[in-house]
């Protein structure tokens, strides 16, 4: 479990994170979604233990982030969006790095190269961009890790090999495990990251599976231009507009990560008294 209490973060000029508040289950992927300059990037490397809080706890598994004991680094797979891997071949990276995780399982390891039909034989460092990111991914899924941090992993990833990771990934996950995925490619994690978290201004002003988000919103295709104080959130569309309302009814409909995105930033004090101001938490 990750937990994280009171936390302030911020750099030189800037104060990002006050009084941060983030419970974390196994058995989950969890998609953190913000706008640019939100802190996802921030909130990753603090839960890792990459950044140092001003005052504040947080612990991932029992153990204290910052100290990054051997014990919490063993259980721990971060993939940034910006890497660099060094001109050695595919298998000496595996035999330097496999040791460091007492799960890692070479023979899993192998399949998920040969589904993202990675082949044997170029240096790291000769690989694309896309294909430096699908080994990382596979080693990574292959680390047996219970908590992976990955930072925008569908970037630079063709069609065929985003939809090979969704799959690896929901394959691939355990009820121990923590998923965390930062991303703004909101359309590649459809229908894999739940729950759901928004983090906006230093604070996380959405935490649903959506379950219950089907339960509270109802999205519908609507042809007239909606009343904005009935609505929570409208889109112009094709054929009409997109209209989000509080599900007053028995009626489930599915509403897509995007417009999800949009009306919790849009409006979020109508969000807030929909759902509550603090967090549903989904036990396993």
């Known amino acids: 479990m990750i937990e994280i209490q009171d936390l302030y973060f911020g750099y030189t000029r800037e104060q990002l994170f006050s009084n941060l508040d983030l419970k974390l289950l196994p058995g989950n992927i969890y998609g953190l979604l913000g706008k640019n300059g939100a802190g996802k990037t921030t909130l990753l490397k603090l839960i890792s233990g990459l950044r140092f809080a001003q005052a504040g706890q947080c612990s991932v598994f029992g153990y204290v982030s910052k100290e990054r004991p051997a014990g919490l680094l063993e259980e721990i797979y971060f993939?940034?969006?910006?890497?660099?891997?060094?001109?050695?071949?595919?298998?000496?990276?595996?035999q330097l790095y496999a040791p460091f995780y007492p799960r890692f399982n070479a023979t899993t390891f192998r399949s998920y190269l040969a589904e993202f039909e990675l082949k044997q034989g170029k240096k790291l460092s000769e690989l694309s961009y896309g294909q430096k990111k699908k080994y990382l991914l596979a080693f990574g899924l292959a680390t047996g890790c219970r908590l992976l941090l990955l930072d925008e992993p569908t970037n630079g990833l063709d069609i065929p090999s985003k939809s090979q990771f969704r799959k690896l990934l929901a394959r691939a996950i355990t009820e121990e495990q923590i998923i965390l995925i930062s991303t703004h490619q909101v359309r590649d994690m459809e229908n894999?990251?739940?729950?759901?978290?928004?983090?906006?201004?230093?604070?996380?002003?959405?935490?649903?599976?959506?379950?219950?988000?089907?339960?509270?919103?109802?999205?519908?295709?609507?042809?007239?231009?909606?009343?904005?104080?009935?609505?929570?959130?409208?889109?112009?569309?094709?054929?009409?507009y997109v209209v989000v309302r509080e599900n007053r009814g028995s009626e489930e409909t599915r509403i897509d990560l995007e417009t999800l995105f949009n009306s919790v930033i849009g409006n979020r004090e109508k969000i807030e008294t929909i759902f509550g101001s603090q967090p549903l938490e989904r036990e396993v």
Do not use: A, H, K, N
Not at 79 to 94: A, G, T, V
Not at 195 to 212: A, K, N, T, Y
């Open 79 to 94: 993939l940034p969006e910006e890497f660099f891997l060094p001109p050695i071949s595919q298998s000496l990276y595996e």
């Open 192 to 240: 894999l990251i739940d729950p759901v978290i928004i983090l906006d201004e230093g604070r996380i002003i959405f935490q649903q599976s959506m379950d219950e988000v089907t339960r509270r919103l109802t999205v519908r295709l609507e042809q007239e231009r909606p009343d904005e104080d009935s609505v929570i959130y409208s889109d112009e569309t094709l054929g009409g």
